[in-house]
Nanobody, 123 residues
Framework: VQLQASGGGVVQAGGSLRLSCATS????????MAWFRQAPGNEREFVAR????????AYADSVKGRFTASRDNAKNTVFLQMNSLKPEDTAVYYC?????????????????WGQGTQVTVSS
């Protein structure tokens, strides 16, 4: 199984970015995929999640209404559309997949991780 995150970059506050996470391998075993982020000196925190069956989503309060997670099962890819970005959204963003749970905000429940993509929001 491989996860490859992309789409990060530098953007001004109020701008938008769209992250992608391409997956390969035994993706049919995934129950959910999620996005986490980690800023320097901080723990890795949950951002958003999308269930592989049904496509239901969930978000951290800090991004609710600004970020949208989605999936394209045909392309084995999940996305994170980030709008109205703020400087506090600056972090390395990781995609992750779980074969154990349909929803968790805890990193330890996720079995596979992408390499991370840097998002920097300037004020």
């Amino acid at each position: 199984v491989q996860l490859q995150a992309s789409g990060g970059g530098v953007v001004q506050a109020g701008g938008s970015l769209r992250l992608s996470c391409a997956t390969s391998g035994r993706t049919f075993t995934f129950r959910s995929m999620a996005w986490f982020r980690q800023a320097p000196g901080n723990e890795r925190e949950f951002v958003a999640r999308v269930a592989m069956s049904g496509g239901t989503t969930a978000y951290a309060d800090s991004v609710k209404g600004r970020f949208t997670a989605s999936r394209d099962n045909a392309k084995n890819t999940v996305f994170l559309q980030m709008n109205s970005l703020k400087p506090e959204d600056t972090a390395v963003y990781y995609c992750a997949a779980s074969i154990k749970v349909a929803f968790s905000t805890t990193p330890s429940f996720y079995d596979y991780w992408g390499q991370g993509t840097q998002v920097t929001v300037s004020s």
